[in-house]
Nanobody
Framework: VQLQASGGGLVQAGGSLRLSCVAS????????LAWFRQAPGKGRTFVAT????????LYADSAKGRFTISADNTKTMVYLQMDSLKPEDTAIYYC???????????????WGQGTQVTVSS
């Protein structure tokens, strides 16, 4: 399984970005595709996840109402639409694949390389 994230960049507070992640090698729709982020000097934290079977989603409180996760089963891609961005959203964003509805990174088996998101005030 390989994951490739893209779409990061520099944006002003209040702006939007759309992250994309293409997943290859997933052989089952039982997988979940998730986004995590790691701010400077901090650990990696859960942002959102979506199930490939049925499209059920789960969000961190910090993402609710501002971020939208979606998956395209045909292409095995996951997107993270981020609106109303804040400086505290600045982080490296990682996509990940797993099979458990968990928010801890230890439950996710496969990881992409990360994409930098910087939000200026």
């Amino acid at each position: 399984v390989q994951l490739q994230a893209s779409g990061g960049g520099l944006v002003q507070a209040g702006g939007s970005l759309r992250l994309s992640c293409v997943a290859s090698g997933l052989t089952s729709d039982r997988f979940l595709l998730a986004w995590f982020r790691q701010a400077p000097g901090k650990g990696r934290t859960f942002v959102a996840t979506v199930g490939l079977r049925g499209g059920t989603t789960l969000y961190a409180d910090s993402a609710k109402g501002r971020f939208t996760i979606s998956a395209d089963n045909t292409k095995t891609m996951v997107y993270l639409q981020m609106d109303s961005l804040k400086p505290e959203d600045t982080a490296i964003y990682y996509c990940a694949a797993g099979t458990q509805w968990r928010t801890s990174e230890k439950w996710y088996d496969y990881w992409g390389q990360g994409t930098q998101v910087t939000v200026s005030s």
